[in-house]
């Protein structure tokens, strides 16, 4: 069956990483936003309205801040990786940073590319610690607890300072997140890209079973501890390394028999490319999704598929 038209704008294919809707375009760079998003402000709304302890001015402030960081650090990561060779052209974006790898498409220093919005954010983090003090923002505001940033919120007096401190908050947390070795985080996309260099792809696979591991720990640190939204984080992130790990592992199936060259075609003088390699086509699909393959690159997947079934 086809699919309509609004199912291949919304990203509605068969990897959930990849279910989003398109946010802007920046030049040949194109962010997305996931659906995660959208679910995650309602539930937001829905858990700090009824509490009427900090307002409605703090739900926005925060929201607004990740958002509008997330999707900074977004477009900084990907002008950055394609500075450096990367052929990255889209990014899914979620609270804490982007769900795409964009060291794709043979990246010279994929490790480095994928750091690209982790600089990005430490750039920012003393521009909005000065805001936050110009604002008036005590200085114990400027270390705050992650998982409990309301007791500092309860100290902020003037919608400037609401402003400058949540900013200031969502780019510590982005950053703090990003040092997780799993799937939807930069650590993780820089170690995935370590162990792929040294090992092939058994080393990424490595690296998506530790991913996996660390989301279990948070997972159950988040359970003891009561704080649900570390649990949701923990889910969510271990949803993206579990597709990380299928995709490698697929690819590093024991026996299969290594790619053979694909032979040059001639045609009125001029080389025909013939079916494109099994490489390239996990490339694209993690670039634009499983929907942006056309016919004959459905039926090469298959077959490489079937091929590698075999015993």
């Not at 114990?140 to 309860?154: F, G, I, K, N, Q």
């Not at 200031?168 to 997140?177: E, G, R, T, W």
């Not at 530790?210 to 939204?229: K, N, P, S, W």
């Not at 032979?263 to 942006?292: Q, Y």
């Amino acid at each position: 069956m086809r699919r309509s038209r609004a199912g291949l704008l919304l990203g509605l294919g068969e990897d959930p990483v990849a279910w989003s809707f398109p946010l802007a375009r920046l030049g040949v760079i194109r962010l997305r936003v996931h659906w995660f998003v959208p679910l995650w402000v309602g539930a937001e709304l829905l858990a700090w309205l009824p509490r009427h302890a900090l307002g409605p001015a703090h739900v926005a402030a925060v929201v607004a801040s990740l958002l509008v960081l997330g999707v900074t650090r977004e477009a900084s990561r990907l002008w950055v990786a394609r500075w450096l060779g990367s052929e990255a052209e889209v990014s899914r974006v979620w609270p804490l940073g982007g769900l795409s790898p964009v060291s794709v498409g043979g990246t010279p220093r994929p490790m480095l590319a994928e750091v690209g919005g982790f600089l990005a954010g430490l750039c920012l983090l003393p521009l909005l610690a000065w805001l936050c003090v110009r604002a008036g923002c005590v200085a114990e505001a400027l270390a705050p607890d992650l998982l409990s940033p309301r007791v500092t919120a309860a100290t902020l007096r003037t919608p400037e300072q609401v402003a400058a401190w949540w900013l200031y908050y969502a780019n510590v947390l982005q950053l703090a997140a990003n040092l997780v070795p799993a799937g939807p985080f930069d650590a993780g996309r820089v170690l995935g890209a370590m162990a792929r260099a040294r090992l092939g792809e058994r080393g990424a696979v490595v690296a998506a079973r530790i991913g996996l591991l660390v989301c279990a720990g948070l997972f159950v640190y988040g359970c003891a501890a009561g704080e649900t939204r570390l649990i949701l984080v923990a889910s969510f992130a271990a949803l993206v390394t579990f597709m990380d790990f299928r995709r490698h592992e697929f690819v590093s199936a024991p026996g299969a028999a290594p790619e053979p060259a694909r032979p040059t075609a001639v045609v009125h003088g001029r080389a025909a490319r013939t079916e494109p390699s099994l490489d390239e086509l996990l490339a694209k699909i993690s670039r634009t999704g499983m929907a942006s393959l056309t016919p004959e690159e459905r039926e090469a997947l298959s077959r490489e598929t079937e091929r590698r079934k075999r015993p």
